[in-house]
């Protein structure tokens, strides 16, 4: 969480420049929000025992701060998984069990499709790479498989004419601009892969 903070600072004007060409311009505001928000709540909590009481944690911060689409999205996603990791660490199937259980939350939020050029994008194939990868790797493997996943998918919203959400709005001139969702998605990926290197 601290790493995809950092991130999504890093990443603030890059997602901010792509949802002002499709959208109202601030979600890099919102996320950099919402996750400088996630790591003040962890310095105050303490240790939490679980990996769920962190996601948990996580969720409600977003839900509170990020606002918009995505907070209540990536929220719900965060809750979902939460509910799934009643545990201190995660392997391979649990790490797999949790990318479905936030992907199904987005889904049940947003009613959104793999092509509808949203954050599902990047959550469908991620969570279809990890299920691959957990067959045969490690926690490090699945992670990077969904997060090289996460990164394809967020590239291959380009083109794409949005049918969700407010770049909807624009129709065919939607079409030539990475969704700002899946680009985040993909830092997050991103950041949980650097995270478990270290
Ligand atoms: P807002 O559009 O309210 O300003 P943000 O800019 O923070 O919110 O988030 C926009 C992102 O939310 C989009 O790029 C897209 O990935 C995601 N999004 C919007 N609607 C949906 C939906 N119905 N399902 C999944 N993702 C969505
Ligand atoms: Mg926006
Ligand atoms: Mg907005």
């Avoid at 990047?122 to 493997?141: F, M, N, R, T």
């Avoid at 590239?155 to 700002?180: M, N, Q």
């Amino acid at each position: 969480m601290r790493q995809a903070a950092s991130d999504l600072k890093a990443g603030r004007d890059e997602l901010t420049e792509l949802d002002r060409r499709i959208g109202d311009g601030d979600h890099g505001s919102n996320m950099d929000r919402g996750f400088t928000a996630v790591v003040a709540k962890l310095d105050d909590a303490g240790s939490p025992e679980t990996v769920g009481q962190v996601l948990k944690l996580v969720a409600t911060t977003l839900m509170s701060t990020v606002g918009g689409a995505s907070g209540p999205l990536y929220g719900t996603a965060f809750l979902r998984a939460s509910k799934v990791v009643d545990r201190a660490t995660v392997d391979p199937a649990c790490l797999v069990s949790l990318a479905e259980a936030a992907t199904e939350g987005i889904v049940a939020r947003g009613r959104a499709h793999v092509g509808e050029k949203t954050m599902i994008d990047a959550w469908q194939p991620a969570v279809e790479a990890a299920e691959q990868a957990a067959g045969s790797g490690d926690v490090l493997d699945v992670l990077r498989a969904a997060a090289e996943a996460a990164e394809a998918g967020a590239v291959a919203t380009i083109p794409l004419v949005a049918t969700k959400g407010r770049a909807s709005y624009l129709g065919e001139r939607s079409a030539g601009t990475e969704d700002p969702g899946a680009r985040s998605t993909a830092m997050l990926l991103a950041a949980a892969v650097t995270a478990a290197e270290e």
